[in-house]
């Protein structure tokens, strides 16, 4: 009966559709092709209904959600992207690229994600669940191995200046020739040393800018040889 109830559906859709091809029926019609995982049918219909509505939220969140049912992660992204840039208070959009980007292993951007869905709606459960998620990873990521430039330009952010000096530090060992790695190390140690005297890191800021000017060296040599 559901399915016979659902194609009974997608008729009359359709033929609301072929009356005018402008209806903004055609969310209606691509969700239901979904649910009956009808994916190329609701592309069709998504793509043709877009051309018509080019800032349609619903229309997009639901060819996002296609490009996730076929495993185009990428594609989802850009997608929801879009929808933000159209509707900058979009949660759904928000949840649906926290949830990619922890997927994807970056923690940071998961993290903004869900800060962003708690300025809209700071009662979300979900949303502060996996944002209470994604700082345990980050907390943990030195020790776990985990090295990115944003998670360094987070640590960054956040004054977590030791922090992200070992992540810096892990780039330049990866990336000795990337300028951008040496500078940011150089940025983290400066402000390392700015607090200095409360932390009493001034032994650890000189083993690294000792590390740090061998790195260099190396890298002017590499450019002279």
């Not at 016979?4 to 239901?32: H, M, N, T, W, Y």
């Not at 994916?39 to 490009?67: C, F, I, M």
């Amino acid at each position: 009966m559901a399915t016979r109830g659902l194609s009974g559906q997608i008729e009359e859709l359709k033929q609301e559709l072929k009356k005018d091809p402008a209806s903004r029926s055609f969310v209606r019609l691509a969700d239901v092709y979904i649910k009956q995982s009808m994916l190329k049918e609701a592309t069709e219909v998504l793509d043709r209904g877009l051309s018509h509505h080019p800032d349609h939220v619903a229309g997009w969140n639901l060819r996002g959600q296609v490009y996730l049912q076929q495993g185009d992660v990428e594609q989802a992204k850009t997608t929801f992207l879009h929808v933000l840039s159209v509707h900058p208070q979009n949660v759904q959009a928000y949840r649906r690229l926290a949830i990619l980007y922890k997927g994807g292993g970056e923690f940071p951007a998961a993290m903004e994600a869900c800060q962003a869905v708690l300025r809209i709606d700071p009662s979300d459960r979900e949303a502060k669940t996996l944002h209470d998620e994604m700082a345990r990873l980050l907390s943990d990521a030195p020790q776990h191995g985990v090295v990115s430039a944003t998670l360094a330009a987070l640590y960054m952010n956040q004054g977590h200046y030791e922090k992200a000096a070992e992540t810096y530090r892990g780039l330049v060992e990866r990336e000795p020739d990337r300028p951008e790695h040496r500078s940011g190390l150089e940025t983290a140690l400066k402000r390392m040393g700015e607090v200095a005297e409360r932390h009493r890191s001034t032994e650890k800021i000189a083993r690294l800018k000792a590390w740090l000017a061998s790195i260099k060296k190396d890298a002017r040599q590499k450019t002279t040889s």
